[in-house]
């Protein structure tokens, strides 16, 4: 990964002071109309292991992996935590030679011949994890689509999706299978597979689920009893073939609603289909939460309350099972929107600050739920990756496009470099997470800060973020830090940004003219323009284990703060 380097002096207002010190007067140009912020670091107050609950990624269309710029950004998710980091995608189990198309993929992985016999054939899914763990990355695995030769009703088997939904999406890869046992031989020879290709203690780290949004019709052509004995199968078989595999679901569409309900029955206290005892082995649970754009007055405005009402409620169903509440939970697509794939008005936040500034707060409220229920938290996935091929800046929800990436992906270099304890941090600006549930970011802004102690690391998040896609002023942020691991001593701060100018190829290809097909070297700034912008590191002086920092945050900026004492 490559880091800018530029200097502090544009945006860093003031250098670290002591708090007993003299205040420090306003840095010559700064706007005097900017909405003044104080954020409060309290070292002291520790919330618990700040976990990479950001690890995970995925997408619809697994063979986009294998592709050239699919290739290129795996290796740099995998490079935020090597090992560690997670892919989930659709379409593994389905028919077809390979090749990729929006919201489709396929491996031919199984078949018959004249006799009904099965016929297993590795060569594309091979290909697929192969890239996955040559780029640091593990798969988290989703056991679908249905084979076209296992499917109830085969034809027509590939759907004719396209932008706009003009065609149907539940074609005959989203039916139940005809032999339940069939189909559960194939995920045992599968995993069996897997264990001879990487080895057992390879595949015992990844993670192992049953379909898709089986609770919607466009993805389950049977009943919610129909879903619950493919579950049973399949998990059956994963654990035939590796006792100790992580294993769970169901990854249904949206938290707290009636189908989770009746399958965290079946999981805990039902009887399961394939060995008639109680309950089916379950190592995490799964279910997604997505936001509600729209396009109004003009412009987008983002509905984040109902990404987090979904998660709210997903979390409270769950913590009402005794059995389960301990659970590691996977919100396993956790987005501002529901469809990747799809372009239109209301999708215009995609390439912009709109989409880091909401990702940045979304992940902070997600932790907050988290601790409100009790639970434990996981992992939460973000659906996007890239499509290959496409129109620069196109608009589908990615984190790069055409090797280039994105200011949303340059959250995630944030994460990454944040470890530790979580601790206290509050804002005079911050919006309530009960009245974002309820109101979205409608008013006021967000303005905010996630911050966490490593050692003699102290690492600050802050983030401007708003619904609405629309001007407003920078934020005059002073923020002062309490109980230091250090009292008294000197280090260095680096900052990192990621706001219009920083960290955001977009508004470079903008500057360009927004060309079709840049030339070679306009195509290398857009590469450099996608990388995470860094100041030159600067001293610090702590005294009494406090300090205090001044600086302008514009409005859908996301900022970096690592101070190495």
Not at 67 to 74: S, Y
Not at 119 to 133: A, E, L
Not at 273 to 281: A, E, F, I, L, S
Not at 360 to 381: C, E, I, Q, S, T
């Amino acid at each position: 990964m490559i880091v800018q380097a530029r200097t502090a002096k544009a945006f860093l207002v003031a250098s670290l002071l002591a708090l007993s010190g003299p205040s420090t007067p306003p840095a010559a140009g700064q706007n005097a109309a900017s909405l003044p912020v104080t954020i409060t670091v309290d070292g002291a107050g520790s919330l618990g292991d700040l976990n990479p609950m950001w690890r995970m990624f995925g997408a619809d269309e697994p063979n986009y992996a294998t592709m050239k710029d699919g290739r290129k950004l795996l290796g740099e998710l995998g490079a935020l935590r090597p090992g560690d980091v997670f892919f989930r995608a659709h379409n593994l189990l389905c028919s077809g030679d390979g090749t990729p198309a929006l919201k489709w993929g396929s491996t031919g992985i199984y078949n018959e011949d004249k006799d009904g016999k099965p016929v297993y054939n590795w060569t594309v899914v091979d290909r697929i994890f192969d890239t996955y763990r040559a780029s640091g990355v593990r798969p988290y695995v989703e056991l679908g689509f249905m084979p076209e030769a296992l499917s109830t009703n085969p034809q027509p088997y590939q759907h004719e999706w396209r932008p706009g939904g003009a065609a149907r999406l539940d074609t005959g890869w989203a039916y139940p299978p005809k032999d339940y046992g069939k189909f559960a031989e194939l995920v045992y020879q599968w995993v069996k597979h897997g264990i001879e290709r990487y080895g057992r203690a390879e595949v015992e780290r990844w993670y192992f689920e049953v379909w898709n949004e089986a609770n919607l019709g466009s993805y389950w052509h049977g009943t919610p009893d129909d879903f619950f004995k493919l579950h049973d199968y399949a998990i059956d078989a994963v654990r035939r073939a590796l006792p100790t595999a992580r294993v769970g679901g169901p990854d249904v569409a949206g938290g707290g609603n009636q189908f989770l309900e009746n399958f965290l029955k079946h999981v805990n206290s039902g009887t399961n289909y394939v060995t008639g005892k109680r309950g089916t082995p379950t190592d995490f649970l799964s279910f997604h939460a997505k936001g509600q754009p729209g396009f109004a007055e003009g412009h987008v405005r983002l509905g984040i309350a109902n990404q987090l009402r979904d998660i709210d409620r997903g979390f409270a169903m769950i913590a009402a099972v005794p059995e389960l509440k301990d659970k590691p939970i996977v919100i396993g697509e956790s987005d501002p929107d529901g469809c990747a794939a799809c372009q239109g008005p209301q999708l215009g936040y995609r390439n912009t600050t709109v989409y880091s500034s909401y990702t940045a707060a979304a992940f902070a409220r997600k932790r907050d739920l988290a601790a409100r229920h009790g639970v434990n938290l996981d992992a939460a996935l973000t659906w996007a990756f890239e499509f290959e091929d496409q129109p620069f800046f196109a608009g589908q929800r990615t984190l790069a496009n055409n090797g280039i990436d994105l200011p949303v992906l340059n959250v995630f270099r944030m994460f990454s470099k944040m470890s530790g304890k979580r601790v206290e941090a509050k804002s005079s600006e911050e919006a309530s997470l009960d009245d974002m549930m309820k109101n979205g970011v409608r008013g006021k802004p967000d303005i905010a800060a996630l911050a966490a102690i490593d050692g003699r690391k102290v690492s600050i998040m802050a983030w401007y973020y708003h619904d609405d896609d629309l001007p407003g002023p920078d934020a005059a942020v002073e923020m002062t830090l309490h109980h230091l691991p250090v009292a008294n001593g000197s280090g260095q701060m680096t900052q990192y940004r990621i706001d219009r100018t920083h960290s955001n190829p977009f508004t470079v290809w903008q500057g360009m003219g927004s060309p079709t097909a840049p030339n070679r070297n306009q195509y290398t700034q857009l590469l450099q323009a996608g990388q995470l912008s860094a100041d030159s590191p600067v001293p610090v002086t702590v005294k009494d284990g406090a300090a205090n920092i001044k600086f302008q945050l514009p409005r859908q900026g996301v900022y970096l703060f690592v101070l190495e004492l």
